[in-house]
Nanobody, 125 residues
């Protein structure tokens, strides 16, 4: 059973940076595709970014150029570095993982088997 634990959320001001971490337990990260999703109040959960097994990143248009996803297989950790944060980035951020997902489906949350509990990110002045 794969368990995902997010950390690093908090309250920041517009323009600030924040780093989220997702630690994967019980299974080597190397064999997993890991994605970040977010859900704002009253909205559906949406794709943010994903990292392939080889480390390449895929991003939603709304965060490309501001967010960077990376992975450290030796530490079983995936990091989402967020910069130039905006109020519209406020949401609960979820880490998700899958061992069998093709590149074209990285944005599809239904393709991810394992989910973390989420961490709150609030961007407000």
């Amino acid at each position: 059973q794969v368990q995902l634990v997010e950390s690093g959320g908090g309250l920041v001001q517009p323009g600030d940076s924040l780093r989220l971490s997702c630690t994967v337990s019980e299974r080597a990260l190397r064999g997993l595709v890991v994605g970040w999703f977010r859900q704002a109040p009253g909205k559906e959960r949406e794709f943010v970014a994903a990292t392939a097994r080889g480390g390449a990143g895929t991003y939603a248009d709304s965060v490309r150029g501001r967010f960077t996803i990376s992975r450290d297989n030796s530490k079983n950790t995936v990091t989402l570095q967020m910069s130039s944060l905006k109020p519209e980035d406020t949401a609960i951020y979820y880490c998700a993982a899958s061992s069998s997902i093709i590149t074209s489906q990285y944005r599809n949350q239904n393709q991810y088997y394992y989910w973390g509990q989420g961490t709150q990110v609030t961007v407000a002045s």
